[in-house]
């Protein structure tokens, strides 16, 4: 429904929101089960030293690159549901194919590895192109006022995804076979690829002419991928919100893979009791999550806030958090561990979803049909950050055990290394004024003219 000829479509109901985190929900769900499942079976049923799932999911991770080309793709096509699509079966038949490749190794390991390393580039693909279009869509038809919530509601129901996906897949692949596997992965990917086609099914609505073509100036032929990326690097809000999900998402993750041995190292916690304290991180994610969606939307979001303002004080909460973990370890048994592994989770989860909204908010700001460049941009610095984070974490608790001599002052080390990584994310965040953009118009690379910015003409 439009309000005028020229206009969009409405914003999105709380119902249409939901229907998009259907579509992370189902990214989710197979995303769960080649990270995750495939890494254990490799592992453990066929005895594959680790590193090789550690470089598949690199893999995946490496390939995220390239979301800025996918996103000046889907601006210069005009419509980004074929990109989710097609994105979300490349993703399906990648997972399905990851599992193939891994059932082969048994047998076959060099055919096997081959399968699993090109499936892997194809969930690298997938994941890129489906969730830069979803964002860019989310942006473009999620009211100001509803970001927040909208954030929460689709990163809280990917974790749905995999929540329901392990708990089903692990019920399902006892006893464990090859071909069970192949099974489970390929029935997920179906219902996960049929779920995003309901779920986008007219959401997007029609499309609408753009007001200003991509184009370098006017008359001119579609600025390159190249130009495009220059001109959304160019913009000094854009390219500081990039350095700042670099830094911030780098931090984020470098704690997921010590965490549990920092427990049972420092703790003696048993492996399940360490397996229950990620449980505690995982229930406080969730919780600031749906704080800071709450806090951060419709009228009381104007009290409470901006997102940019809750992406600074999550930052700084969770540098906090990581501080207390750092002293943790210096005291040892009898260090309130639980509950400093809940504020992690709390206020990791306010700050991902501050950041999320901010990333929405910003999409439509600056140069007209360029969101999805930018919106790639963010997101590839976010992939990069993550596949580099869990590595830079265990070598730097390695680096320091070497050099300290003690496991203890090395996770301490590392924790409170984080924690400065956090502050510094911040002071980058407080960099970015989304005023700047609405005020400075951008001139043209050819010709001399100006375009407004897309938000300040609304």
Known sequence: MSTSPGAGPAPLGLAGIIRLGLVQTALGAIVVLTTSTLNRVMVVEFALPAVLPGALVGIHYAVQILRPRWGYGSDTGGRLTPWIVGGMGILALSGAAAAAGTALVGTSPIAGVAIAMLAFLGIGVGVGAAGTSLLVLLAKRVHPDRRAAAATIVWVMMIGGFIVTAGAAGQLLDPFSPARLVTVASVVSVIAFSLTLVAVWGVEGPAVPKRNPVSTSAGAPEATFREALAQVWAEPEARHFAVFVFVSMLAYSAQDLILEPFAGTVFGFTPGESTKLAGVQHTGVLIGMTVVGIAGSGRLGKRLGSMRGWAIGGCLASAVALTTLALGSLHGPGWPLRACV?????????????????????????????????????????????????????????????????????????????????????????????????????????????????????
């Not at 002071?427 to 300040?456: C, D, N």
């Open 342 to 458: 809940m504020a992690l989770g709390v206020t990791n989860g306010a700050y991902a979803v501050a950041a999320i909204g901010s990333m929405m908010g910003l999409a439509s700001r600056g140069r007209e049909s360029r969101e999805g460049v930018r919106m790639g941009l963010w997101g590839a610095a976010q992939a990069i950050a993550f596949g580099l984070g869990g590595f830079a974490g265990t070598l730097a608790s390695d680096v320091a055990r070497a050099f300290l001599g003690s496991p203890v002052d090395a996770y301490a080390t590392v924790f409170a290394l984080e924690a400065l990584l956090f502050v510094a994310s911040a002071l980058l965040a407080a960099r970015v004024h989304p005023s700047r953009i609405e005020e400075t118009a951008i001139e043209m690379a050819q010709g001399g003219a100006s375009l407004a910015p897309a938000e300040a003409r609304r």
